[in-house]
T-cell receptor
Framework: SQKIEQNSEALNIQEGKTATLTCNYTNYSPAYLQWYRQDPGRGPVFLLLIRENEKEKRKERLKVTFDTTLKQSLFHITASQPADSATYLCALDSTGGFKTIFGAGTRLFVKA | GAGVSQSPSNKVTEKGKDVELRCDPISGHTALYWYRQSLGQGLEFLIYFQGNSAPDKSGLPSDRFSAERTGGSVSTLTIQRTQQEDSAVYLC??????????????FGEGSRLTVL
């Protein structure tokens, strides 16, 4: 069956370090993969989209990689700040490509 | 408004009652999604509308759940005979394009449903 896996354990890092979050998927051949940020009590907010023919994408302190062979995306936040503390969700189009499916998210805590 | 609007923001109801949750998507967005998020959990897909096509209802958990989208704009999610396990935040999102074209989703702030 189709599965999207994100590390359910929270990630704790020190301010200034690089945070790396992982999204693995099985039984999908997604055309794209997206990353969202969700703060407590709020709806998710879009961060980045990477397509299947792209290996890497950057936006300010954010970097996303997409390895369709490993079926994995890595999401990096460089020079992390306490304000980056949130839950980060990966999402991809379902097999058949008609809807967007989300992983369970990884909670990130950045300590000052 | 410029964003996705959901109402009510909070709803407390008694078990067995029906509830309606409303979503106003961003004007011009052809795709509309409903998701459910239980406390501390990820987003569970419920239903997807794309233009005038038949909706993808594959995520609806039971026949007590239904949704419609009128005139390609406003959507209503209806839960009949609510149960305590229906308690969750119901999130609506819209997108300019759907399917494999890969549009970013714009979310509302959600409707928090509590079934007593």
């Amino acid at each position: 069956s189709q599965k999207i896996e994100q590390n359910s354990e929270a990630l704790n890092i020190q301010e200034g370090k690089t945070a790396t979050l992982t999204c693995n998927y099985t039984n999908y051949s997604p055309a794209y993969l997206q990353w969202y940020r969700q703060d407590p009590g709020r709806g998710p907010v879009f961060l980045l989209l990477i397509r299947e023919n792209e290996k890497e994408k950057r936006k300010e302190r954010l970097k996303v990689t997409f390895d369709t062979t490993l079926k994995q995306s890595l999401f990096h936040i460089t020079a992390s700040q306490p304000a980056d503390s949130a839950t980060y969700l990966c999402a991809l189009d379902s097999t058949g490509g008609f809807k967007t499916i989300f992983g369970a998210g990884t909670r990130l805590f950045v300590k000052a | 408004g410029a964003g996705v609007s959901q109402s009510p923001s909070n709803k407390v109801t008694e078990k067995g009652k029906d509830v309606e949750l409303r979503c106003d998507p961003i004007s011009g967005h052809t795709a509309l999604y409903w998701y459910r998020q239980s406390l501390g959990q990820g987003l569970e897909f419920l239903i997807y509308f794309q233009g005038n096509s038949a909706p993808d209802k594959s995520g609806l958990p039971s026949d007590r759940f239904s949704a419609e989208r009128t005139g390609g704009s406003v959507s209503t999610l209806t839960i009949q005979r609510t149960q305590q396990e229906d308690s969750a935040v119901y999130l609506c999102a819209s997108s300019l394009v759907g399917g494999r074209a890969g549009g970013e989703l714009f979310f509302g702030e959600g409707s928090r449903l509590t079934v007593l």
